[in-house]
């Protein structure tokens, strides 16, 4: 079985505030690690590639630190690392990052599965793993929380607001996964030593034959217009004096108000 | 053709409407008054015309419905398919989603059909001086909004989470036009829903709850938690946590207030020892009246409150559920004396 997971390297924290001078996000002394929903899609490809035999290929677009997420993926078990990387690829928006990623697996070529995380901690947008899939004109599995094979289908149980759902898929297909998939491992001395021989192949967006047109700013129809910290409705607070017995009672008071009691 | 008109894809499970349909066409009433452009509601499945007379009363001017058994389930395929030639013959300006599980599942895949922008799980949405739309989002859980224009590409599309507009009231003498589109669609017989397993609901949820009271890290011990649900109950309010608390295993994640748990709009809000971390407060904001008592006048959550009291949880609480017990029975001896 042949599998590609993709993943992206975000901040390790989420409790990030916008620097008043540059009017950018502040990532001073803020390390990258591998985004947590794609660490769930680098553990179920491994889980899988164990039991049904494989190779499992992990791919990133972004800078040449990318390179840093790739060797942890390779020393949980990953066998190739493809790093997309050229300057032409900046400011992306999930439509150019899907169709760059879609290219450079179809590179890869004759892909069974591929796993993306249900979404980044960073944006949120969880969009990319769809847009991949339909760019490579195959199905689409998303918010799995437990995956099982069958021949050439993927039964594949998703967790939904309302319920769980199960499908039995046709492969070639791309599935999102979620944390409650599984508990990803951790790479071992020796899976690391071991990973060390493992190579990572840089490819640009000529070597994947992506149209200039449609990757990086100039592919990207949406633009962030401005970014700026939450508002929130403030200066109208009455602060509640006296006693427990005492703000009891008034608490009580603005429940009967509102009839909620 | 110039692209023009606000659609709404009208989410719809075996022949039950989402609520949050009505929520998006209650923001795209706002929209059409700045934007002076008709609301089309688009409705996919199979048997689902009774469906139309309320979209209409919720502010829909046409509906296009294609019902075909073909979509009877919602399969990506199929209705991303629907809604490429759809958009392409009818050429929409905006295309608003719920920000489900389903409208996350088919947006991004009809999107890359057409080749335009997607913003995901709006929290606002505005028209520009220029007619463009506004798109604001939460990035990083919350602590950083995006304003995100699609100054070109059409449609503009965007999902919008449910829960943070408001379903205003149908209007039962608005009329509006049907319209029955026949498009050749054939099922996915490679995708196939096995098994269908309802989520045990409890009667009560935090999202129609009228009252939460919610309990964050200030709790301190596993032994208080008696103490916050013995408030709740006494109150006849639902039960809120915020994530520590279900990170360490005391609660789900369906109990669980905030980006990565659930956004809430009850009547009132109380919050127990809860420090108001952006992440947390993100789900809650539109809440319409909100308490707070923590120990510490410092924090975030006291500043957005409508009331907010300062004292140590651990004997308010009993404090409070002794009065409200007290009021109870005191209602009740009233009903009996006039009985």
Request: charged content about 25%.
């Amino acid at each position: 079985m042949k599998i590609v997971v993709c993943i992206k390297q975000v901040p390790d924290t989420v409790d990030v505030k916008i620097n008043p001078k540059t009017n950018n996000i502040d990532r001073n002394g803020i390390k990258s690690v591998i985004n947590p929903f794609d660490m769930n899609a680098i553990e179920e490809a491994i889980r899988l590639k164990e039991t049904y035999g494989g190779e499992v290929s992990v791919v990133t677009m972004g800078p040449p630190q990318g390179r840093k997420a790739l060797k942890k993926a390779l020393a949980m078990g990953c066998d190739h690392g493809y790093l997309i990387s050229d300057g032409a690829l900046g400011g992306a928006d999930t439509l150019a990052t899907g169709y760059t990623l879609a290219k450079a697996i179809e590179k890869i070529g004759e892909v069974d599965l591929i796993f993306c995380g249900r979404q980044a901690v960073d944006a949120d947008t969880g969009q990319t793993g769809p847009i991949v899939a339909e760019f490579l004109d195959i199905r689409q599995v998303t918010f799995a929380s437990e995956i099982e094979m069958d021949g050439a289908h993927a039964i594949v149980t998703r967790l939904l607001e309302k319920g769980t759902q199960k499908v039995k898929v046709k492969l070639p297909v791309m599935i999102t996964t979620t944390k409650e998939l599984n508990e990803p491992r951790f790479a071992t001395a020796m899976s690391i030593m071991q990973s060390a021989k493992k190579e990572i192949t840089v490819w640009n967006s000529q070597n994947i034959e992506c149209d200039p047109n449609r990757i990086g700013l100039k592919g990207s129809p949406s633009q962030v217009q401005s970014i700026f910290p939450p508002k929130h409705k403030t200066g109208n607070t009455v602060y509640l004096e006296g006693s427990n017995e005492e703000m009891a009672q008034q608490i009580i008071q603005v429940l009967e108000e509102q009839k909620v009691i | 053709m110039t692209a023009q008109g606000i659609w709404i894809f009208a989410e719809q499970s075996n022949g039950i409407q989402d609520k949050s349909t009505y929520e998006l066409l209650g923001k795209a009433l706002e929209l059409k008054e700045q934007l002076n452009e008709e609301i089309t509601a688009v409705l996919l499945g199979y048997g689902i015309q009774g469906l139309t007379e309320q979209l209409i009363q919720h502010g829909a001017d046409k509906v296009i419905v294609v019902d075909d058994p073909a979509l009877a389930q919602y399969t990506p395929l199929p209705y991303a398919k629907v809604l490429e030639e759809l958009s392409i013959k009818y050429q929409p300006s905006i295309f608003l989603f719920a920000a489900t599980s389903f409208g996350r599942d088919l947006a991004p895949r009809t999107m890359a059909k057409l080749g335009t922008g997607l913003t995901a799980d709006c929290l606002d949405l505005e028209i520009n001086e220029d007619g463009i739309l506004e798109q604001i989002k939460p990035s990083f859980g919350g602590n950083i909004m995006c304003k995100i224009i699609i100054p070109e590409a059409r449609p503009q599309m965007v999902t919008v989470r449910p829960n943070i507009f408001p379903v205003l009231e149908p209007n039962i003498n608005r009329r509006g036009e049907v319209i029955i589109e026949e498009i050749a669609v054939e099922a996915d017989f490679n995708y196939e829903i096995i098994e269908e397993l309802p989520l045990v609901e409890e009667e009560l949820t935090l999202e129609s709850a009228d009252f939460l009271v919610a309990i964050g890290r200030g709790i301190g011990k596993e032994q208080n938690l008696g103490m916050a649900k013995d408030l709740a109950d006494a109150a006849s309010a639902k039960l809120a946590v915020t994530r520590p608390l279900v990170d360490v295993g005391w609660f789900n994640a369906a109990d669980q207030i905030g980006a990565s748990g659930k956004t809430v709009k009850p009547k009132v809000i109380l919050n127990l020892g809860i420090s108001g971390a952006v992440h947390y407060t993100v789900g809650m904001q539109s809440t319409n009246l909100i308490i707070s008592v923590n120990n510490n006048q410092d924090n975030a959550l006291f500043k957005m409150s409508d009331y907010a009291a300062v004292a140590d949880i651990k004997t308010f609480i009993p404090e409070l559920t002794k009065q409200l017990k007290q009021r109870t029975s005191k209602v009740e001896e009233k009903e009996l004396v006039l009985v």
